[in-house]
């Protein structure tokens, strides 16, 4: 079927991306990368990359970075989410 990868794009919303997070069904990812663009949240991702950016770059710049590193990572089906997605 092939490696499947998920990225998820976030910033200042970090209420937003623990639903998100949370929603992921872990068992179906092969690859997860958390790229955010904002603050520092209080609690990183317990699974997965996570990359911050110390200043804000726009969600262009993190949507390419998470893609980069999946693609990378292998992964054949590449997925991006911004924080406000629920699956």
């Known amino acids: 079927m092939g490696k499947i990868g998920?990225?998820?794009i976030t910033c200042n919303r970090e209420e937003f991306y623990?639903?998100?997070y949370s929603s992921i069904p872990q068992?179906?990812?092969d690859s997860l990368i958390t790229v955010n663009d904002g603050k520092q949240y209080d609690k990183p991702?317990?699974?997965g990359a996570y990359i911050h950016h110390e200043q804000n770059k726009g969600v262009g710049?993190?949507?390419n970075v998470a893609m980069q590193w999946l693609l990378e990572a292998g992964c054949d089906h590449i997925f991006l989410i911004e924080d406000d997605i629920l699956i």
Do not use: D, E, Y
């Open 6 to 8: 998920l990225g998820i």
């Open 18 to 20: 623990t639903k998100c």
């Open 27 to 29: 068992n179906k990812i």
């Open 45 to 47: 991702p317990p699974a």
């Open 61 to 63: 710049v993190s949507k």
